[in-house]
């Protein structure tokens, strides 16, 4: 049996990592040389966008008001000297001596040309016959799937590489300057990673549908475009909850572009300023109306369409070793309770009204929805968005799983998981901080 690539990268991601040979194959090492390949490119894009190239074979000409002497003199001529160089023209000619005669056109063929037609027919119809059976043949054995245009375009974080074990060349993974070129992002929820993609829609923001959402590795549409209050042309790195048909969120993660303004070229502190700021202008909009059910006795629980709630996952810039031992970790264990705004029940015999829309006068209710947490998420703060895997967003999970048995959580529910050992190797930090200072003193 044939594994999949994709099948390989799920069975992967949370696995443990491989042995650190030397120095130059560790995660530090392959940051350092993203973060310089940004800044190349980035270089790259400042020189294009000023358009110097266009101004370097440039140079000041003589003024007519300074008299050079030895400056070139520039002979003005007009065009009649170049007029014997032109062709003749025999259509000008025929038409200057009859002008009342019809233009008379002559087709010169020789014997191979007037057996063209047929042999291409024939040709033609072959290779017609050609492309039907190589199309036969593709759909007969399928190739993997090819990602279309917003294919492979999220920011997808490596898992952090930690080492228990006391190594100067290899270190504890953790990085070096976590406490002050770090920002981190928790709790992760739980759900499927996508791209909310906006358009210019004709219509009354909040009904007429501008929001795609398309699924992170292929790039298709997980569901209908729907209506948001979120603006045209506007690019969003999110996470669709996995029980957003009962709570209706759609977790933001990151920006990439917002009113076709490109903030992916950004850093990650502005980044994420940016998607906090521009998420509370936006209005909120009452819940779609629940969906007639004329053959149930008993009314069903209110299902949400499409995502209504735009929920940013919170940002963390206080990465200081006491902030992440005694209060990140323990944010990134435990869930989100967010207060949800869905339709009430319509069961209490509410009075109908004529020619009125069926969510005109609906009532709503709030109720609470528990959000569990998948994990925490470090971003470098030098670091600008960039698509595909890289090193410069780690991923720290709750617990690893395989394909076979993440979903269920009871039996991975007592195993130690990547985050416990995060944990263990911050508190060696601060012991091993302390007992340094502890020793400057001392001495």
Sequence with gaps: MIRSPVNDRKAS???????????????????????EEQKRRRAERFDSTRQLDFFAGLSLGHSDDEEVEDAPDVVLEGVSTFAPLLPPSNAVVNEVASPSAPPVHVNVATKDDTTQPSTNGKKKNKNKRKGKGKSSVAKSNPGPPVPGKWGDKCMYAELLEMNEEFDLVKGDGIPDDIESGWVAVAPVPKGKRCLAITHAASGIAGIVPNTTLRSRLLGKPLMKPFPSSLP????????????WRNNGILHILDVMKWKGQDIGDCETPFRFWWRDTRLSELSAFPPP????????????AYQFPYPTMLLAIPCHTDTTLPYISNTLIPITRS?????VTIPASTASGMMETDNAPADAFAPIQSVTAEVKSDGLLLYDARSTYEPGTSPLSTWVPIRPYTDNSHRDESMHADEEGPLDRFERLIKRRLEGGKGELHMDMCE
């Design 335 to 339: 869930s989100r309770h967010i207060p």
């Design 289 to 300: 109306a629940a969906e007639e059910q004329h053959n149930q006795t008993i009314p069903s």
């Design 232 to 243: 045209p042309h506007t690019v969003l790195d999110c996470i669709l909850d996995d029980g």
């Design 13 to 35: 991601y949370k696995a443990p990592p491989g042995p650190i040979r030397d120095a130059a194959s560790s995660q530090e090492h392959r940051r350092q040389k993203a973060l």
